[in-house]
């Protein structure tokens, strides 16, 4: 099997498979060169064993060097390819052969989906349906054998579920409520992949997860910004008051549980991934500081808490997410292994230790600029300091 050379978008070539076991589980993974995606990708291949075809589109939050781990491997493999590309998919499909479908490829950022939602709705929607009616049509040629073991494993998010109050957290059975058009698109791809099992009998599942930080994290995210704002001694942006609360989940605890939810999770079922680590924005962004504080004591920037500036709120910005994971606990025994302090930990010590993971997204591609469109309400003016670029969570 070829290492990560690019497989080209027109002709697809023979893959050897010598040396590999027989029970090692063949995946197509979508969207394999984003943040959750290349978590995956390293975890399929350098723990399980697994034969992982990473089929990504390459747009803007996409990073390579992600994948550097694993680069050469001679159980993983790229495709540059568009999932709404029907022939290109087919193609993969046919020479692939998987056992499997980690479909993540998505656009993901809130504030993007606000400026341009078209593009949202192209991968999310019409690109799931594309996958959807190729893996069915492969589905249904399998071997008896084979066909039962197949899963199409849907990875979608919690903010499907829309904004909680103060109490409570989001059960599999909460009623969809997307605010956003980020989360509509989503909740529209989830709602077609049930679907497609429902009326089709394709061996589905679906994981809601909260959000997730770690290394690679494109910058446009609350915690990576904070981070490389900070470094930089920049202004750090914080939407509204920063009494937002979102449940924070590393992305190596939700790459496991995506594997654990692939190979043991029930077909038809949806399971919810948390961290069970709640903070607001505001709480994530001074413990940042508080981190680099430590990490760099000969800092010029040294209390990074003075670069904390409140800007506009996003618009129809959720207030709180927390997702109840009773569930994959119960069913699949699964536990996040990072409490938000150690995984933070790591994260901020890995964007310190690994400038070549990150320099050249922020030099080349995105430094901070604002996303997203200008809320009807200014900031609190007794709080606010500039109106500089607003983070996504």
Same mark, same amino acid.
């Given at each position: 099997?070829?290492?990560?050379?690019?497989?080209?978008?027109?002709?697809?070539?023979?893959?050897?498979?010598?040396?590999? @076991?027989? @029970?090692?589980?063949?995946?197509?993974?979508?969207?394999?060169?984003?943040?959750?995606? #290349?978590?995956?990708? *390293?975890?399929?291949?350098?723990?399980?064993?697994?034969?992982?075809?990473?089929?990504?589109k390459l747009t803007y939050a996409a990073n390579l060097t992600s994948l550097r781990a694993i680069e050469g491997h001679p159980r993983y493999a790229f495709c540059r390819a568009d999932i709404c590309?029907?022939?290109?998919?087919? %193609?993969?499909?046919?020479?692939?052969?998987?056992?499997?479908?980690?479909?993540?490829?998505?656009?993901?950022?809130?504030?993007?989906?606000?400026?341009?939602?078209?593009?949202?709705?192209?991968?999310?929607?019409?690109?799931?349906?594309?996958?959807?009616?190729?893996?069915?049509?492969?589905?249904?040629?399998?071997?008896?054998?084979?066909? +039962?073991?197949?899963?199409?494993?849907?990875?979608?998010?919690?903010?499907?579920?829309? @904004?909680?109050?103060?109490?409570?957290?989001?059960?599999?059975?909460?009623?969809?409520?997307?605010?956003?058009?980020?989360?509509?698109? +989503?909740?529209?791809?989830?709602?077609?992949?049930?679907?497609?099992?429902?009326?089709?009998?394709?061996?589905?599942?679906?994981?809601?997860?909260?959000?997730?930080?770690?290394?690679?994290?494109?910058?446009?995210?609350?915690?990576?910004?904070?981070?490389?704002?900070?470094?930089?001694?920049?202004?750090?942006?914080?939407?509204?008051?920063? %009494?937002?609360? *979102?449940?924070?989940?590393?992305?190596?605890?939700?790459?496991?549980?995506?594997?654990?939810?692939? #190979?043991? &999770? *029930?077909?038809?079922?949806?399971?919810?991934?948390?961290?069970?680590?709640?903070?607001?924005?505001? %709480?994530?962004?001074?413990?940042?500081?508080?981190?680099?504080?430590?990490?760099?004591?000969? #800092?010029?920037?040294?209390?990074?808490?003075?670069?904390? /500036?409140?800007?506009?709120?996003?618009?129809?910005?959720?207030?709180?997410?927390?997702?109840?994971?009773?569930?994959?606990?119960?069913?699949?025994?699964?536990?996040? #292994?990072?409490?938000?302090?150690?995984?933070?930990? +790591? /994260?901020?010590?890995?964007?310190?230790?690994?400038?070549?993971?990150?320099?050249?997204?922020?030099?080349?591609?995105?430094?901070?600029?604002?996303?997203?469109?200008?809320?009807?309400?200014?900031?609190?003016? /007794?709080?606010? +300091?500039? &109106?500089?670029?607003?983070?996504?969570?």
């Open positions: 099997m070829q290492g990560a050379q690019p497989w080209g978008q027109a002709a697809v070539p023979q893959i050897d498979v010598l040396g590999e @076991s027989e @029970s090692a589980m063949r995946v197509l993974v979508s969207g394999g060169a984003g943040f959750i995606g #290349s978590a995956v990708c *390293r975890l399929l291949v350098g723990e399980f064993d697994a034969t992982v075809l990473n089929v990504d590309d029907r022939e290109a998919i087919s %193609d993969t499909f046919r020479e692939f052969d998987p056992d499997a479908v980690l479909h993540l490829a998505a656009e993901s950022h809130v504030d993007r989906s606000i400026d341009g939602p078209a593009a949202f709705i192209a991968t999310n929607i019409e690109g799931t349906y594309v996958l959807l009616e190729i893996a069915l049509a492969y589905w249904q040629r399998l071997p008896a054998k084979r066909a +039962k073991r197949f899963r199409f494993h849907h990875v979608s998010t919690d903010e499907v579920f829309g @904004s909680l109050g103060t109490v409570g957290k989001f059960t599999e059975t909460t009623a969809y409520r997307p605010n956003s058009p980020y989360s509509a698109t +989503k909740a529209a791809s989830d709602h077609l992949v049930r679907a497609w099992r429902e009326t089709f009998g394709l061996p589905t599942v679906v994981s809601n997860a909260s959000n997730n930080y770690g290394p690679y994290h494109f910058p446009e995210k609350l915690i990576p910004l904070a981070i490389l704002k900070a470094l930089h001694g920049e202004a750090i942006p914080v939407y509204g008051e920063g %009494d937002n609360i *979102r449940d924070w989940l590393y992305v190596e605890d939700h790459a496991r549980a995506l594997f654990t939810i692939l #190979s043991e &999770g *029930r077909v038809g079922e949806c399971y919810n991934i948390g961290g069970n680590a709640e903070r607001t924005n505001l %709480d994530v962004v001074t413990s940042i500081c508080r981190l680099l504080d430590e990490m760099l004591p000969g #800092s010029a920037h040294r209390p990074h808490e003075q670069l904390i /500036t409140f800007v506009a709120d996003r618009p129809g910005h959720d207030r709180r997410y927390a997702m109840d994971t009773t569930k994959i606990g119960r069913e699949l025994r699964w536990t996040p #292994s990072e409490t938000f302090d150690s995984g933070l930990r +790591k /994260t901020v010590a890995w964007y310190l230790e690994n400038r070549w993971g990150w320099e050249g997204i922020w030099a080349r591609r995105y430094h901070g600029e604002r996303l997203g469109a200008a809320a009807s309400q200014p900031p609190n003016p /007794t709080r606010a +300091k500039s &109106g500089l670029p607003r983070a996504d969570q």
